[in-house]
C-alpha cells in the first residue's frame, strides 16, 4: 500500500499534442537540498488529539439545487484509505450505482484507486489542459482528487508551477473524514516510556508527507532534535530514510530486522562530520494502515508512539478540485458534498451501512475484503508477533457539520487553517530551498461550497464531533510541555506589548490540540514565596483569558486548567540574571486525562 506525498516541489510540466503532464520532481533519495544543515528541533506543533463524542445530525433532508446536465461522469482519484468511506457509500461502486445517494443527486463520479500523488497532480494539470481549451466536461485527466490534509501545503506547492502556465489554480472545497490512529510514528516499543530513546533512530519515511509529520510533531513534543541529511547519521537525532513509497519504507524495515540490511553512513553531531562511519539499520516507520499491520504481523516489538488518534485533526481526508472547472458547475460540486455527507450519516447509523461503505472501499483499493476494511475502519488492538499490544487502524467520517466546524464556518476558530500553516511551516523549515514558501492557505481553501449546502440545507446541519473536557478528570500522563517566554510588567500580570508575537504562536500551536491544556506559572525566588505564587497564579491566568477571548471555541472553560508553582521550581539558577530570567516562565502542557 502506497501513500505518498509528491517530494516536493518542482514539477516540470509538458505541454504537447493537446496533452499536458506533470512529471518531474526533486528525487527523495539524492537531490535534497540543505544536506548539511544542523540537526535542529522542530518547531512545536501542536496538532489535535482524541477523546471526541460522535457528531448528531438533525436531518438530512435533500438540498434544492439542480443537478449537474447529463449524465457527465467526474473522474476522482483516491487513496486507498478508510477516512474516505462516506464517498464510497454516496457512490454505491467504483462507478456512480443506480439508487445511489450520488443518483439520486444527479452526480456521476469514477472512483480509482492513485497512491502516487505525483501522478495525481499530472493528471489534474492534463484536466486543467483541457479545461483552458474550453471544454466543458473534460474525459481527459482528474477533475478531483483526495489526500490528506496536512499534506496539502506540499501538494499545492508542487502543482503550483503546472497549473499556473495554465491559468488554472487548484483548492480545497470539503472534507470526507478523518485519519484517527490508522497513520502512525512507529518506533521500538521501549520509547513509549522513554521518548528520548528515539535519539539516534533510523526511520522510514515519504519526507514531509503526513506520517512523517507524525514523527516530527513526536520529536518537537519531546525536544528531539532532527537530522534533516538522509544521507548522514547523528546518534543524537532522529534520523530517516527517504523512501518513495510506504511499501518501500515497510519493506526496508522488514529486510533490516530479518535479515540485517542495513547501510553505512557518515557520523555527525549537531551537523559537523565526526570522521566517523558507522552501520545502522533502519529501526522504524512512518506508516498507515495497511502498512502498521503488516509490521505488527511480520516484525512485530513496535509500538505507535505517536498517531492521528493523539492528533486528531491532523489529516483530514480533503477533496481538490479544478477552481475554474468548478466555478462553472457549481451544483455538481455542492451536491457531490451533500451525498458525501449523507453518506457519513448512514455510516454512522449502522455496522451493516458501514460494511456496505467497505465494500466499495475494498473493490476501489482492490484488495482485502469488506470485513477486513471495515476492522480497521473501527480501529482495534490486536497482538503483534512477539506478543505485544498493538493499536491499528482507525478512521472516522465527516458530515456537513463537522465540516463547519473544521474550516471555522459556525463562528468557531478554522482548525484546517492551522493544521495548514503549521505543517507547512515545518516543511519550510526543514527543507526551505525546496519549499521556500507556503502557499497562502486563502488562495488554495474554498468554503462557498460548503457554505451554500448550509444555508439551503440547514437540516443537515447539526452538532460537529469535538473534544469533551472535564477539570476534574484526573491527570493521566503529560503528553508535551513547553516554556513559553512571555513578558510580563515587572511584578504584574499584564502583557508587555513584545509578548504579542509569542501569544500569537501560543494560540496557534495549542488551538489545533484537542487535548486538555495546563498552563503552569513560575516566578524567580525574588519576594516572598506567598506573593510569588500568588503572581504566577495570575500571570497563568492572564495566559488562560487571553486564549480564550482570542479562540473562545477551541478553549472551552473546562479545556484548560491553571496551576501556580510560584517559585518552588526553577529551571535555573536564581543567583544570575539570566537564570532569574529563564525561572520567571510561563508553561503550557498538553495532557491526558484518565477516562
Known amino acids: 500500500m502506497i501513500k505518498p506525498l509528491p517530494r516536493l516541489i518542482l514539477i516540470a510540466t509538458v505541454i504537447g499534442g493537446g496533452i499536458y503532464g506533470a512529471n518531474h520532481y526533486v528525487a527523495g533519495n539524492n537531490s535534497l537540498h540543505g544536506l548539511s544543515a544542523k540537526a535542529a528541533v522542530p518547531n512545536m506543533v501542536d496538532v489535535p488529539t482524541s477523546n471526541t463524542s460522535q457528531a448528531t445530525s438533525s436531518g438530512t433532508a435533500s438540498m434544492r439545487v439542480a443537478p449537474a446536465q447529463g449524465q457527465y461522469m467526474a473522474r476522482m482519484l483516491v487513496l486507498p484509505w478508510n477516512a474516505e468511506s462516506s464517498i464510497h457509500y454516496a457512490n454505491g461502486d467504483a462507478t456512480t450505482a443506480s439508487g445511489s445517494l450520488m443518483a439520486k443527486r444527479g452526480v456521476h463520479l469514477s472512483i480509482e484507486r492513485q497512491d502516487d500523488y505525483a501522478q495525481m497532480v499530472a493528471e489534474q494539470v492534463v484536466f486543467a489542459g483541457e479545461v483552458a481549451k474550453g471544454v466543458a466536461y473534460p474525459t481527459k485527466g482528474a477533475a478531483f482528487v483526495v489526500i490528506m490534509g496536512d499534506g496539502g501545503p506540499g501538494y499545492f506547492a508542487a502543482a503550483k508551477e503546472g497549473m499556473g502556465k495554465l491559468g488554472q489554480q487548484l483548492e480545497v472545497v470539503g472534507a470526507l473524514g478523518y485519519s484517527r490512529g490508522e497513520d502512525k510514528c512507529m518506533l521500538p516499543a521501549e520509547v513509549v516510556a522513554d521518548p528520548q530513546k528515539a535519539r539516534g533512530s533510523l526511520i522510514g519515511a515519504v519526507l514531509r508527507d503526513g ?76 506508516t498507515w494502515t495497511p502498512g502498521d499491520v503488516k509490521i505488527a504481523k511480520e516484525v512485530g516489538g513496535l509500538a505507535a508512539v505517536a498517531s492521528t488518534k493523539e492528533y486528531m485533526w491532523q489529516m483530514p481526508a480533503t477533496i481538490i478540485g479544478n477552481k475554474q472547472w468548478m466555478a462553472q458547475n457549481k451544483d455538481y460540486v455542492v451536491n457531490m458534498l451533500a451525498a458525501s455527507f449523507e453518506g457519513t450519516d448512514a455510516i454512522r447509523s449502522s455496522d451493516a451501512e458501514l460494511l456496505k461503505a467497505s465494500a466499495v472501499v475494498a ?218 530570567a529563564k525561572n520567571r516562565r510561563v508553561e503550557a502542557a498538553l495532557i491526558k486525562t484518565a477516562e
Open 211 to 286: 506520517d512523517w509529520n507524525i514523527c516530527m510533531k513526536y520529536a518537537a513534543d519531546n525536544k528531539i532534535a532532527v537530522n534533516p541529511d538522509v544521507k548522514t547519521y547523528d546518534p543524537d537525532a532522529m534520523n530517516f530514510v527517504s523512501v518513495g513509497s510506504f511499501t518501500e519504507s515497510d519493506e526496508k524495515l522488514i529486510a533490516a530486522v530479518n535479515s540485517g540490511a542495513c547501510e553505512v553512513r557518515p557520523v555527525v553531531r549537531a551537523g559537523k562530520p565526526t570522521g566517523e562511519n558507522r552501520k545502522v539499520c533502519q529501526n522504524g516507520t512512518a
Open 363 to 580: 473493490k476501489v483499493a482492490k484488495e482485502q475484503t469488506a470485513a477486513w476494511w471495515m476492522k480497521y475502519y473501527k480501529g482495534v488492538v490486536e497482538k503483534d508477533r512477539r506478543g505485544l499490544d498493538i493499536s491499528l487502524g482507525g478512521s472516522t467520517s465527516s458530515n456537513l457539520s463537522d465540516n463547519l466546524y473544521l474550516f471555522g464556518l459556525n463562528g468557531n476558530d478554522n482548525l484546517y487553517k492551522r493544521v495548514y500553516n503549521v505543517f507547512g511551516g515545518m516543511a519550510k523549515q526543514y527543507y526551505p530551498e525546496d519549499m521556500p514558501e507556503v502557499v497562502a492557505y486563502d488562495l488554495v481553501v474554498n468554503t462557498s461550497y460548503l457554505q451554500t449546502l448550509a444555508n439551503a440545507s440547514p437540516t443537515m446541519v447539526g452538532t460537529a464531533a469535538t473534544p469533551t473536557f472535564s477539570q476534574t478528570a484526573p491527570t493521566a500522563s503529560t503528553f508535551a510541555k513547553r516554556a513559553w517566554a512571555i513578558e510580563f510588567e515587572t511584578g504584574k500580570a499584564t502583557f508587555t506589548s513584545t509578548s504579542n508575537a509569542v501569544l500569537d504562536e501560543l494560540l496557534n500551536q495549542l488551538s489545533i490540540s484537542g487535548l486538555a491544556i495546563q498552563i503552569n506559572g513560575h516566578t524567580d525566588d525574588i519576594g516572598s514565596p506567598a506573593a510569588n505564587l500568588q503572581l504566577s497564579k495570575a500571570r497563568a491566568e492572564a495566559v488562560r483569558n487571553w486564549l480564550q477571548a482570542n479562540a473562545a471555541s477551541g478553549f472551552p472553560q473546562e479545556r484548560v486548567r491553571v496551576r501556580a508553582f510560584g517559585d518552588q521550581q526553577p529551571v535555573a539558577d536564581n543567583r544570575s540574571g539570566e537564570g532569574r
